[in-house]
C-alpha cells in the first residue's frame, strides 16, 4: 500500500479579484521507504501541495491518503494523532516557521516525544544532535539564537525524533549557504537509506537529483513528468524539464548516465 496517495487534487485559493486555480488535478503517490522529488519553478504551487497535504490549505476536489487514512476532513486534534502515531512529520524552507521561536532547543525537540509518551526523551535527544552534529550546549537556545544552519538542523532534528514514516520537505535547503546545504542533504540521505520515506519539493534540480528515487515536475500546477530520477535527467520529455535540466550546470552529460549505467 502507498504511504502517501494524492489522487486528482485540485486546490483553488479565493482571491479578490476570483478565483485562483493553483493545482490542477495532481496525482503522485509515494511507496514506504521511497524518495520522490517534486521540482517546479516559483508559483508553480510547490507550497501550496506541502501546506495542502498537511491540511494547512484546503483542497477543492480529490483525494490525499497518508498510510490509508483520508486526510481531507481531519480535524486539528485527529493531525495531532496522525503525528502521534509517528507517520507524519515535515521541515519547511524557515526554520522559524517549523520550530516555535519561544521554545528552547530542548523544549523543541522533547515536545513531540512527550505527544507520544515516549521514555528516555534525553537519550533520544542526546542521539538525535549527535546524529544532525549539533552541539549539546545549543539545547538551551531559542532558535532566534541559533545560525540558520543550525536552525535547520534543529528542525530536521525535531522531524526526526519520532521516527516518522513520512517527512515533508518543502525547500529544506534553499534558504542556507552551500556548507550548510551539503550537510543537510547528507542527513537527508542517511535518512532516506535508514528507510523513511521523504518528499523532497524544491525549485532546485541540482539538491533533488541526487536523492530522489523518482522525479516529479510541477509546471502550472500540473505534473507533466513524474518518472525515475534517471530517466528525468537523461531523457526528459516535456520541454519544461529540459529547460529546467539544462539551467543546471552540475548536471553535465558526462555526469549523466543511463540506467544501465552508460553514459548518456
Ligand atoms: N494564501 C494564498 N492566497 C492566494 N494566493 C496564494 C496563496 N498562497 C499562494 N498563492 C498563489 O498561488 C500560486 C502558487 O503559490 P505557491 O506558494 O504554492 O508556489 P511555489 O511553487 O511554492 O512558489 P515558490 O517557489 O515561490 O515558493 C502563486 O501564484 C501564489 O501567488
Same mark, same amino acid.
Do not use: C
Given at each position: ?12 485559493? *479565493?482571491?479578490?479579484?476570483?478565483? @485562483?486555480? !493553483? =493545482?490542477? %488535478?495532481?496525482?503522485?503517490? &509515494? ?5 520522490? #522529488? ?58 522559524? *516557521?517549523?520550530?516555535?521561536?519561544? @521554545?528552547? !532547543? =530542548?523544549? %523543541?525537540?522533547?515536545?513531540? &516525544? ?5 521514555? #528516555? ?144
Amino acid at each position: 500500500m502507498s504511504l502517501l496517495e494524492i489522487t486528482d487534487l485540485d486546490v483553488h485559493y *479565493r482571491r479578490r479579484t476570483g478565483r @485562483l486555480h !493553483v =493545482l490542477r %488535478s495532481v496525482s503522485l503517490s &509515494l511507496s514506504p521507504g521511497e524518495t520522490v #522529488g517534486v521540482i517546479g519553478e516559483t508559483g508553480s504551487g510547490k507550497s501550496t501541495l506541502a501546506r495542502t497535504i498537511l491540511g494547512l490549505v484546503k483542497a477543492s476536489a480529490g483525494r490525499i491518503a497518508i498510510d490509508g487514512t483520508d486526510v481531507a476532513s481531519l480535524k486539528p486534534r485527529q493531525w495531532r494523532e496522525l503525528r502521534r502515531r509517528g507517520v507524519v512529520q515535515y521541515v519547511f524552507q524557515d526554520p522559524l *516557521r517549523s520550530l516555535d521561536p519561544d @521554545l528552547t !532547543v =530542548l523544549d %523543541s525537540l522533547a515536545e513531540p &516525544l512527550r505527544i507520544q509518551g515516549a521514555a #528516555g526523551i534525553r537519550d533520544k535527544i542526546l542521539k538525535i544532535l549527535a546524529r544532525v552534529r549539533l552541539d549539546e550546549a545549543l539545547l538551551d537556545r531559542l532558535p532566534g539564537e541559533l545560525s540558520g544552519g543550525q536552525r535547520q538542523r534543529v528542525a530536521v532534528a525535531r522531524a526526526l525524533i519520532t521516527e516518522p514514516r513520512l517527512v515533508l520537505l518543502d525547500e529544506p535547503v534553499s534558504a542556507l549557504d552551500s556548507a550548510n546545504r551539503v550537510q543537510v542533504l547528507e542527513l537527508l540521505k542517511e535518512l532516506r537509506d535508514a528507510g523513511t520515506a521523504l518528499l523532497f519539493i524544491s525549485h532546485d534540480l541540482g539538491s533533488v537529483a541526487g536523492i530522489a528515487d523518482r522525479i516529479a515536475v510541477l509546471y502550472e500546477g500540473e505534473i507533466v513528468e513524474d518518472r525515475p530520477s534517471a530517466d528525468v535527467i537523461n531523457a526528459p520529455v516535456h520541454p519544461y524539464t529540459r529547460k529546467l535540466i539544462r539551467s543546471v550546470p552540475t548536471l553535465r552529460r558526462a555526469d549523466r548516465r543511463t540506467p544501465e549505467g552508460i553514459p548518456a
